[in-house]
């Protein structure tokens, strides 16, 4: 596991997140050092699947990877249609919420070794988790290693055109912030760039509401 990784492992698995999740309701954000305040839609996360994350689910084939799984409503709608699906996620408390929810979960980092690399349909990362680890192009080439030759990768990104390497605390707003770690923020213009040079073919882009996403292909 690499440093940064474990970084992820403390931070995202401290107490502020695992209780959001357990009560499913924020407020929640990550905190940059200036004050800067990126809220996280807890209510969203732990609620059921909405019109826009059924356009996610009809793009996917399966067996599906989630990457940053969270409370587990993609694995969970995908389980109930029949598809092999797996989450993972560094918070003990996403992954008791993901399987009380019967979805089939595990707590690891993305740069964990993981089960079924390199025949993976379908990989999402979605909520910003495109952002995972603060290096977006690492997170790209190990993703190539988990998918099979010509699968995808989903990923939401930012719905604006930039291309940020965050360090933020998770804050719940009351005064109580989490250890600093790294993060990204990439608009799909700099995921389209990140890719081209990864070893992926940028695909189909796409909205819904005010989020968007990006479709990209493993190249053979």
């Not at 940059?32 to 996610?56: H, I, K, M, Q, Y």
């Not at 707003?173 to 700099?190: H, M, Q, T, V, Y």
């Amino acid at each position: 596991m690499t440093v940064t990784s474990l970084t992820s492992v403390v931070t995202w698995g401290d107490e502020l997140y695992a209780d959001a999740l357990r009560t499913g309701r924020g407020p929640l954000f990550l905190r940059r050092p200036d004050g800067w305040l990126l809220p996280l839609d807890v209510e969203r996360w732990c609620g059921g699947v909405d019109a826009t994350d059924l356009s996610v689910l009809r793009r996917c084939a399966g067996p599906v990877l989630d990457v940053g799984c969270g409370p587990g409503r993609f694995v969970a709608a995908l389980s109930e249609r029949g598809d092999t699906a797996l989450g993972i996620d560094v918070s003990a408390a996403a992954v008791d919420r993901t399987v009380d929810g019967g979805g089939l979960a595990e707590c690891r980092s993305v740069f964990d070794p993981l089960p079924g690399e390199g025949t993976w349909g379908t990989v999402l990362l979605m909520d910003g988790n495109i952002g995972i680890g603060g290096d977006p192009a690492a997170l790209l080439r190990r993703v190539a290693r988990l998918v099979r030759p010509g699968g995808v990768l989903l990923a939401e990104v930012a719905p604006v055109d930039v291309d940020e390497r965050l360090t933020v605390h998770v804050d719940n707003g009351r005064g109580d912030r989490g250890g600093a770690f790294p993060w990204a923020r990439l608009g799909a213009p700099a995921l389209h760039r990140l890719a081209q040079d990864g070893g992926w073919t940028p695909g189909e882009r796409w909205t819904g509401g005010e989020r968007a996403f990006l479709a990209l292909r493993r190249t053979p």
